[in-house]
């Protein structure tokens, strides 16, 4: 008798997706690894097609299939970002717009740290999608901005907060990104400090 898996083998990428890399330099994927449903290990059996042109700024995918035994097929893909080495990343353009609106004392910084001073700004996750599929050199960007204070500042509340978002998010209108919402995170505790939390989640369309 021959038992049949009706599930799917799992494909995990390894490393940043989406990835950043610069134009006119060598590209070295990551890679993905595999199991089936039983966990039998299929990392060797991975397809990878990739469309990466390092000479030419924009994005790219990079797509890994694979299939089972039993013949069920399964995908995973990762986006890269090729940068133009002469052009400031969305990432680097949103931390520099937001870094020269702050009001004195307030810290921005281009990646979540580990080690923070509040109140604060972090640029966090961030995601692109194309237009259209016919148009891959026009993507939207999708990112998240985190918002921080401090318990130990006076003005450590859900109203300061609300108000310090609304800074953020006129300064981020200003520079033509969308506002998609704002999430109250509650209290998060970050380097053995306690801060208050909240997040925008902001789009920006990229004409390369």
Do not use: C, H
């Not at 009706?6 to 993905?32: H, K, M, R």
């Not at 859900?158 to 704002?182: C, M, P, Q």
């Not at 306690?194 to 925008?200: E, K």
């Amino acid at each position: 008798m021959v038992l049949w898996n009706t599930d799917s083998p799992f494909v995990t990428i390894l490393g940043d997706n989406p990835v950043d890399t610069d134009q006119y330099e060598p590209y070295t994927d990551a890679g993905a690894t595999a199991v089936d449903a039983e966990g039998t290990d299929l990392t060797g059996d991975i397809v990878t097609v990739s469309d990466v042109d390092t000479n030419v700024a924009g994005p790219y995918t990079v797509t890994y299939t694979v299939t089972d035994q039993f013949g069920y097929t399964s995908e995973a893909v990762r986006n890269v970002n090729v940068v133009d080495a002469d052009q400031p990343t969305v990432r680097d353009w949103t931390f520099r717009l937001l870094d020269a609106a702050m009001p004195d004392g307030v810290q921005v910084y281009e990646t979540p740290p580990e080690q923070i001073k509040a109140p604060a700004v972090s640029i966090g996750t961030m995601s692109w999608t194309p237009f259209s599929m016919a148009s891959l050199d026009r993507v939207e960007w999708e990112m998240t901005i985190d918002l921080m204070t401090a318990r130990s500042r006076p003005d450590y509340s859900v109203t300061a907060l609300e108000t310090f978002s609304i800074t953020v998010a006129k300064t981020l209108l200003e520079g033509g990104y969308r506002i998609v919402g704002f999430e109250d995170i509650g209290t998060q505790t970050i380097g053995g400090q306690d801060y208050l939390v909240g997040t925008l989640t902001v789009q920006y369309k990229e004409s390369t």
